[in-house]
């Protein structure tokens, strides 16, 4: 039974709580709750039509509770834990990592939080018609 465990790792070094990596074992749960975090947050990157902006700033709270709620579960911390993340790093650092968090757990990358931002930083660029123009 052992044989069908299959752990990934995980690169926490960026995450103000003392490991730099953690090995996961991806259930279906995890991997649910990864895709679901993943949905929401593509959803909520911009106001429906129709939408009050007091209704989208409800959808980015329940947005970043459930990213929390994602690295706690996935990485098995503590509240206390969830809690230092959410006062020490910007903002910006939690999304990033949670967008890190579940692309590894649905198997579409792989390789460090850096590599990840590196990646990222890429493809910004590649899309950004200003960046385009001053590369020639």
Do not use: C, H
């Given at each position: 039974m052992n044989n069908?465990?299959?752990?990934?790792?995980?690169?926490?070094?960026?995450?103000?709580?003392?490991?730099?990596?953690?090995?996961?074992?991806?259930?279906?749960?995890?991997?649910?709750?990864?895709?679901?975090?993943?949905?929401?947050?593509?959803e909520s990157q911009e106001v429906k039509p129709n939408e009050s902006y007091l209704q989208y700033i409800d959808r980015q709270i329940a947005l970043k509770k459930d990213e929390l709620e994602l690295l706690k579960t996935v990485l098995s911390l503590t509240e206390a834990q969830i809690k230092k993340i959410n006062k020490e790093l910007p903002e910006t650092k939690i999304d990033n990592y949670s967008a890190y968090l579940t692309t590894v757990l649905q198997g579409m990358t792989t390789g460090s939080y850096a590599d990840f931002e590196a990646e990222q930083d890429d493809s910004e660029d590649a899309s950004d018609p200003k960046k385009q123009e001053n590369a020639d």
């Amino acid at each position: 039974m052992n044989n069908l465990i299959k752990l990934i790792k995980i690169d926490t070094s960026v995450l103000p709580i003392n490991k730099k990596s953690v090995e996961v074992n991806v259930t279906g749960d995890i991997a649910d709750a990864g895709r679901l975090v993943l949905k929401e947050a593509l959803e909520s990157q911009e106001v429906k039509p129709n939408e009050s902006y007091l209704q989208y700033i409800d959808r980015q709270i329940a947005l970043k509770k459930d990213e929390l709620e994602l690295l706690k579960t996935v990485l098995s911390l503590t509240e206390a834990q969830i809690k230092k993340i959410n006062k020490e790093l910007p903002e910006t650092k939690i999304d990033n990592y949670s967008a890190y968090l579940t692309t590894v757990l649905q198997g579409m990358t792989t390789g460090s939080y850096a590599d990840f931002e590196a990646e990222q930083d890429d493809s910004e660029d590649a899309s950004d018609p200003k960046k385009q123009e001053n590369a020639d």
